[in-house]
């Protein structure tokens, strides 16, 4: 047993003491910290602690508890500890807390609040770094930084990317890219794990809401938008909804309200990917293609292989995004169903991901991505509060249908469930037996490997829940040791769900939660099989013909380019 603040609390074998505090609802003043980090730098030092029989204060993310120790998490002498530390990262932070971003949601502001720090006590020569405007998805203001370390372990530890470090020494230490370069020709993957994670505005998305409103307020455009199947679950946490349906719903009839002409399901091009994912599968499975292939839905992941590991890129399926698949087709279709008075469409993706936005500028067809964070700002620009009880409005046709197999698309695993589910058909003309729950593809772990038995004919796939471990993968790939077929690669920790553009923090519960919704919505879904789809179906015969045809090669499918030579 461990004794914090006259509480006792079985520990747990490798935890550190402020993990132990947080899982018995002890709350410990943390900045550096977060939720995924094997190893905090320490180096905010705002969580030490009183150790008793030990004259010097701890760092309790360090810490390792251990039987019979007492702790104590907020004597005189921590809080005034406390206040000196937070008085003088304040003494040279700038002064625009009214224009920034994170206004009302900043966690060195409500730490400062909850010391009781009402006045600057210090006062510091500010920071004059420029603002790095240069990523299409992240703006990074060193002004903002205090140095807390959290994107940098988030980037070299939890992503394996390594883009961004500490550079310089006293005064003048930093964040910066290699070379004090900007974002745009760094090694940076445009994930957003670092903004999720950064605790100030020193990190945030390049928000694309003042394009969206100027879009709705001009005569000559039509404003439409898509929706991705993890942000309905995100919503969820905070607003009383009974379903995913019932959300997208609500979102719709939110939108609708303020301008928006039609609004898509994101999951039903998630459907569409599947069919023209398999049959490059079996494709290449029958005729010798390069094995085994990788998934293509995760634009950061596929920066990754562009600018780090271009080498592997014949391995990558040639498949758009479901939202680069659904901006061709609402450009390309949308027009024929539709009477658009001869305006233009403009064409918005409200998704989980910053690399959306680097993806859209990168491929076109999307003409602006909002973040689930973003789409709260939208609407209360508008005077509006995004309610469950609001109005609600349906989906639109011809892309509003979507399969239990779509919508799964939002956690890790999902892709490659969805897959197996229509690969199974394709192979053997019938469905799986019993459930087409994949259970093995399910769950957190980073690397999942396991097969699958298809009439006779065992197919190996693995799923890689975020970049961390994608390298010994790869590597194994190139030296011809893997007898792997299929494999998902999800940027970001828990897939879509845990996405850089998601509510800012790093709680797995809440990533588990999320989950767990889009999980129950494809298990009550009326068809949980991609190629039941009517409207994709319906879209094959009236358009496209069939996957990998002429005509969706050119709507789905792209090219990849080494960015180590650009």
């Known amino acids: 047993m461990i004794t914090i603040n006259d509480k006792q609390i079985e520990w747990k074998s490798g935890e550190t003491v402020l993990q132990t505090a947080q899982r018995a609802g ?62 003088l990262l304040l003494a040279s932070h700038p002064d625009d807390c009214l224009f920034c971003s994170r206004n009302g949601d900043c966690e060195l502001a409500v730490l400062a609040s909850q010391l009781g720090i009402r006045e600057r006590k210090y006062w510091g020569i500010k920071k004059t770094q420029p603002i790095d405007l240069s990523s299409p998805s992240i703006i990074r203001d060193a002004n903002k930084c205090i140095l807390c370390g959290r994107c940098v372990s988030v980037c070299h530890t939890t992503q394996g990317v390594g883009a961004i470090d500490f550079t310089g020494r006293g005064f003048e230490t930093c964040v910066n890219p290699a070379f004090y ?8 993957i445009f994930c957003g794990q670092c903004v999720r994670a950064c605790p100030t505005g020193a990190l945030t998305e390049k928000s694309h809401v003042a394009e969206v409103i100027k879009a709705l307020a001009d005569p000559e455009v039509m404003v439409v938008a898509q929706v991705a199947p993890a942000v309905p679950a995100t919503l969820m946490e905070e607003l009383e909804c009974s379903s995913i349906t019932e959300m997208l719903e609500a979102l719709s009839g939110s939108l609708r309200q303020i301008g928006f002409e039609a609004v898509f399901d994101t999951s039903f091009t998630a459907d569409l990917t599947i069919m023209e994912e398999v049959s490059e599968l079996i494709q290449r499975v029958t005729t010798g293609g390069a094995l085994p292939m990788f998934t293509s839905c995760s634009p950061g992941w596929v920066r990754y292989i562009e600018l780090h590991r271009p080498e592997m890129i014949p391995y990558l ?11 061709a087709l609402i450009k390309e279709c949308y027009p024929k169903q539709v009477d658009t008075k001869g305006r233009r469409i403009y064409s918005v993706s409200i998704m989980p991901c910053t690399a959306k936005k680097y993806e859209a500028e990168d491929l076109g067809d999307v003409d602006a991505v909002l973040t689930t964070r973003e789409v709260d700002d939208l609407l209360r620009r508008f005077g509006r509060k995004f309610s469950a009880q609001g109005p609600k409005a349906p989906l639109d046709v011809p892309f509003a249908e979507a399969t239990g197999a779509g919508r799964i698309f939002g956690g890790t695993g999902g892709v490659m469930e969805a897959a197996i589910r229509t690969a199974y058909k394709m192979l053997t003309g019938e469905d799986l037996q019993g459930s087409p729950k994949i259970a093995d593809a399910r769950g957190l772990d980073q690397v999942k490997v396991f097969s699958v038995d298809v009439a006779g004919t065992t197919l190996n796939f693995a799923v890689i829940n975020g970049l961390g ?25 828990g897939g879509c769900v845990g996405g850089g553009g998601q509510p800012y923090g790093t709680d797995l519960e809440k990533i588990k939660k999320r989950l767990q919704r889009i999980y129950e919505v494809d298990r009550q879904a009326k ?24 005509k969706s090669h050119h709507l789905l ?5 080494d960015r180590r030579k650009g």
């Open 527 to 550: 068809s949980r099989l991609s190629h039941e789809n009517e409207q994709v179906k319906a879209l094959y015969k009236n358009l496209l013909g069939e996957p990998l045809g002429k």
């Open 557 to 561: 499918h792209r090219k990849y380019i």
């Open 317 to 327: 399926s040639t498949c758009k995004s479901p939202q680069q698949m659904m901006g």
């Open 181 to 188: 370069d900007g974002l745009n020709v760094s090694d940076c």
């Open 469 to 493: 471990e994608v390298k010994p993968i790869l590597d194994a790939v190139l030296q011809k040791n893997s007898n792997l077929h299929f494999i998902e690669v999800m940027t970001c920790p």
């Open 26 to 87: 002890i709350d410990i003043p943390h900045l550096c910290a977060f939720e995924g980090c094997a190893t905090p730098p320490a180096a905010c030092r705002v969580c030490m602690v009183e150790v008793e029989n030990n004259p010097r204060l701890q760092t309790s993310c360090t810490l390792q508890t251990q039987d019979g120790m007492v702790v104590r998490t907020h004597t005189p002498r921590l809080q005034q500890a406390r206040r000196n530390i937070v008085e």
